[in-house]
Nanobody, 121 residues
Framework: VEVVESGGGLVQAGGSLRLSCALS????????MGWFRQAPGKEREFVAA??????NTDYADSVKGRFAISRDKDTLYLQMNSLKSEDTAVYYC?????????????????WGKGAQVTVSS
């Protein structure tokens, strides 16, 4: 499946941004969805994930209380509040039909191309 992100951009520290993500085809409901990020010079890391039905969510400790992941019938969202300079990274939408594989990062079936988020201090 094709994964397409939108949103991102430049924001001052303390501000907010929202990322969106969609899947091609009528398969969105069958996938657990998540967000990962990669900062310059660092490895890609898990940010947040939501189960197929939206009932389960998981967050990296670094974003708990500031970021919120959600989904509706055809779109995934990541609401990012109280942004910090260390949140600057390329954010990738990820899809896999296995929740545990997605959250652990051990397997991701499909990746988006990434959306740049830059937080200025």
């Amino acid at each position: 499946v094709e994964v397409v992100e939108s949103g991102g951009g430049l924001v001052q520290a303390g501000g907010s941004l929202r990322l969106s993500c969609a899947l091609s085809g009528r398969v969105f409901a069958t996938y657990a969805m998540g967000w990962f990020r990669q900062a310059p010079g660092k490895e890609r890391e898990f940010v947040a994930a939501v189960s197929r039905g939206g009932g389960n969510t998981d967050y990296a400790d670094s974003v708990k209380g500031r970021f919120a992941i959600s989904r509706d019938k055809d779109t995934l969202y990541l609401q990012m509040n109280s942004l910090k300079s260390e949140d600057t990274a390329v954010y990738y939408c990820a899809a896999d039909q296995n929740w545990y594989a997605l959250v652990s990062g051990t397997r991701v079936e499909s990746w988006g191309k990434g959306a740049q988020v830059t937080v200025s201090s």
